[in-house]
């Protein structure tokens, strides 16, 4: 199984926006669970947001209301909208195939004060 590939991260400042994507292998991806998943420095991985294949989305309390989950099916893509976002969420970003338990090798997202 081909893990899945991540982009989109870089440097912002807070308050401002990224959009994170992640491309997964596998034809049968309209029905997998995708989740989002982030390590700040000296920290533990924590799950972020986790979209189910009937594309429920739910999220960590810390970022309810400023992070979108989404897929699109035809492109094999998951995505994280991160809005109005703070120096606490600076962290390397890992998308993650629930199906095949795969992680992609992250993305560095960095929130400058």
């Known amino acids: 199984q081909v893990q899945p590939v991540e982009s989109g991260g870089g440097l912002v400042q807070a308050g401002g926006s990224l959009r994170l994507s992640c491309i997964a292998s596998?034809?049968?991806?309209?029905?997998?669970?995708m989740s989002w998943h982030r390590q700040a420095p000296g920290k533990q991985r924590e799950l972020v947001a986790v979209?189910?294949?009937?594309?429920?989305?739910s999220y960590v309390d810390s970022v309810k209301g400023r992070f979108t989950i989404s897929k699109d099916n035809a492109k094999n893509t998951v995505f994280l909208q991160m809005n109005s976002l703070k120096p606490e969420d600076t962290g390397v970003y890992y998308c993650r195939d629930n199906a095949y338990n795969t992680w992609g090798q992250g993305t560095q997202v960095t929130v400058s004060s």
């Open positions: 596998g034809s049968l991806f309209r029905i997998k669970s």
């Open positions: 979209i189910t294949g009937g594309d429920s989305a």
